[in-house]
């Protein structure tokens, strides 16, 4: 299988897709099934899809492709921006 063409679809979206996209660019989403047969995608969660590679994807990548109304805020926001060593919640 050609996962160039697929893996361009996830570059063009930080490394993570909704399925939405993947259709969208004219790919049928048993594609998607194969690819995670094949250990090029991980499953987030329902309809959003990680590509595997060496590059880490960062978590605010991923939440803000999951969550893009997501605010950080209070704790959170200390930690995210290292201002705090204090994990939020622990």
Same mark, same amino acid.
């Given at each position: 299988m050609d996962c160039e063409k697929y893996k361009k679809v996830f570059d063009e979206n930080n490394g993570i897709v909704k399925l939405s996209d993947f259709?969208?660019?004219?790919y049928h989403n048993t *594609? %998607?099934?194969r690819l995670i047969r094949e250990g090029k995608v991980i499953k987030l969660r329902a309809g959003f899809y990680e590509?595997?590679?060496?590059? *880490? %994807?960062s978590d605010a990548v991923i939440i803000n492709k999951l969550y893009p109304d997501a605010i950080i805020c209070m704790d959170s926001a200390l930690y995210f921006y290292?201002?705090?060593?204090?994990?939020?919640?622990?």
């Open positions: 259709t969208d660019a004219g *594609v %998607i099934d590509w595997q590679s060496e590059d *880490v %994807i290292d201002y705090t060593e204090r994990a939020p919640g622990a």
